[in-house]
């Protein structure tokens, strides 16, 4: 395999997580006596624009398919945060009625109903049917496609070049990144901005977050490697904020190459603390599978021990990293029982290559519940205030990464 951006040979390994089925496929209980599609699942650095990224097994259209299950607004701090950003880029940006606004991966509508509300013309492009239908009865007008330089053309063709593109969680996600990239410049008014979020690579080194790891992220992203693919766009970086959300994300700003935006300070600051954390070092990948085994080997300690002193371990969020931890340390039904999740796209069904079954959380009073384990671990804080408002009796908590902790 060469590289997704660069085409150089990928000599160097990050980790093996060995074969697991993609993490949004969940299952029906007739699935359940069917073969199941696994594929290897391995990551990748390369040594000249460093650029981490899975290796090539999964094709995205067997990833994001029509059922996807992840809706976006199924989290409440998610939402907060999103309607944060709006009320933010809209005063920042100076968008109004005149103005025009693309997300790409727009999902449920989750982000630019808050445009919708504020008289900001908009469109999401979402290609899962799914998600788009959801955001189409909030009044969001959704076309069902993947984005690239093609549809970007075409947009462009029919004069709706936009004032902001929006792209939360999705840079990661793109088979194909430079024609994704290339799409971006192409799509954007001269003058016009574009924001990514995604997870800090700098965060998965430095904490082990090995289960943000899954087929459907292509990219593991520093923000030097994006300022190496925006370059080869035709745009730059012109500035950055270090954000909480997903256990660590940078949220860039991007414009065309030949736009006034003055480039901010903090560029150069994330830019030199990457340098320090030894992103461009080939020796600071070489440790990592080693902390993402003993992060698994801890884990199932911990539930063969609760096992046979017949305490009972429940799972909260079926999330996709979530079924990467599952998977990789082999947990099934007989250690972790069941899994609540509060989205009902997700209720009712099994967790991909474990099988556990996902139930809804306002069913958990009726389990004997001694230690509800928290999936995804990014939003601990809200899934504890809302097990304790369902159970109203104490019970404890534990996250597996970066490390096991119970409480």
Same mark, same amino acid.
């Given at each position: 395999?060469? /590289?997704r951006? /660069?085409?150089?040979?990928?000599?160097?390994d990050?980790?093996d997580?060995g074969?697991a089925?993609?993490?949004?496929?969940?299952l029906?209980?007739?699935?359940l006596?069917?073969?199941?599609?696994h594929f290897?699942?391995?990551?990748?650095v /390369?040594e000249q624009?460093?650029?981490v990224q899975t290796?090539? !097994?999964?094709?995205?259209g067997e990833?994001?398919?029509a059922? !996807?299950? !992840?809706?976006s607004s199924?989290?409440?701090s998610?939402?907060?945060?999103?309607k944060?950003?709006?009320?933010?880029i809209i005063?920042?940006?100076?968008?109004?009625r005149?103005s025009f606004?693309?997300e790409v991966?727009?999902?449920?509508?989750?982000?630019?109903?808050?445009f919708?509300a504020?008289?900001?013309?908009?469109?999401g492009?979402?290609?899962?049917?799914s998600t788009?239908?959801?955001?189409?009865?909030?009044?969001?007008?959704?076309m069902?496609?993947?984005?690239?330089?093609?549809?970007a053309?075409?947009?462009?063709?029919?004069?709706?070049?936009a004032?902001l593109?929006?792209?939360?969680?999705?840079f990661a996600h793109?088979?194909?990144?430079?024609?994704?990239?290339?799409g971006?410049?192409?799509?954007?008014?001269p003058h016009? $901005?574009?924001t990514?979020?995604?997870?800090h690579?700098?965060?998965?080194?430095r904490?082990?977050?090995?289960?943000?790891?899954y087929?459907e992220?292509?990219? !593991?992203?520093?923000?030097?490697a994006?300022?190496?693919i925006f370059a080869k766009?035709?745009?730059?970086?012109?500035d950055v904020e270090?954000l909480?959300?997903?256990g660590?994300s940078?949220r860039?700003y991007? /414009?065309?190459?030949?736009?006034?935006?003055?480039?901010?300070?903090?560029v150069?600051r994330v830019?030199?603390a990457?340098?320090k954390a030894?992103?461009?070092r080939a020796a600071?990948?070489r440790?990592f599978?080693k902390r993402a085994?003993k992060?698994?080997d801890?884990?199932?300690a911990?539930?063969i021990?609760a096992?046979?002193r017949?305490?009972?371990v429940v799972a909260?969020g079926?999330?996709?990293?979530g079924?990467t931890?599952?998977?990789y340390?082999? $947990?099934?039904?007989?250690?972790l029982?069941?899994?609540?999740?509060a989205?009902?796209s997700?209720?009712?069904?099994y967790l991909p290559?474990s099988?556990i079954?996902?139930?809804a959380?306002?069913?958990?009073?009726?389990?004997n519940?001694n230690?509800v384990?928290?999936?995804?671990?990014?939003?601990?804080?809200?899934?504890?205030?809302?097990v304790?408002?369902i159970?109203r009796?104490r019970?404890?908590?534990?996250?597996?990464v970066?490390?096991?902790?119970?409480?």
């Open positions: 395999m060469n /590289c951006h /660069c085409n150089s040979g990928l000599k160097l990050l980790i997580l074969f089925p993609p993490s949004n496929a969940y029906e209980a007739a699935d006596a069917r073969p199941e599609m290897p699942l391995r990551v990748k /390369c624009c460093w650029l290796e090539d !097994y999964a094709q995205a990833l994001f398919s059922t !996807y299950a !992840y809706f199924t989290s409440s998610w939402l907060a945060h999103a944060d950003y709006c009320e933010k005063r920042r940006l100076g968008l109004g005149e606004v693309i991966a727009s999902n449920d509508g989750y982000l630019l109903k808050n919708v504020a008289g900001v013309p908009c469109l492009i979402e290609p899962t049917t788009a239908a959801v955001a189409e009865k909030l009044g969001v007008p959704v069902r496609e993947f984005f690239g330089e093609a549809l053309q075409r947009l462009a063709r029919e004069g709706r070049e004032d593109i929006v792209g939360n969680n999705v793109v088979p194909n990144i430079n024609d994704f990239t290339l971006l410049a192409t799509a954007l008014k016009g $901005v574009v990514l979020e995604f997870p690579l700098l965060n998965l080194i904490f082990g977050q090995f289960d943000t790891i087929h992220h292509y990219s !593991y992203l520093s923000l030097g994006v300022s190496r766009a035709g745009l730059r970086l012109f270090e909480g959300t997903h660590g940078l860039v991007g /414009c065309l190459a030949s736009a006034a935006h003055k480039e901010s300070k903090a150069k830019l030199a990457e340098k030894g992103l461009e600071t990948y440790s599978q085994d992060i698994k801890d884990l199932l911990f539930l021990r096992k046979a017949g305490q009972k909260y079926a999330a996709a990293k079924n931890l599952l998977n340390a082999g $947990v099934r039904p007989d250690l029982p069941c899994v609540f999740d989205a009902p997700k209720q009712g069904k290559g099988h079954p996902i139930f959380p306002n069913t958990m009073k009726k389990h519940v230690v384990l928290v999936l995804p671990w990014n939003i601990a804080g809200e899934v504890r205030t809302s304790e408002r159970m009796k019970v404890k908590f534990a996250v597996a970066p490390e096991l902790k119970i409480k």
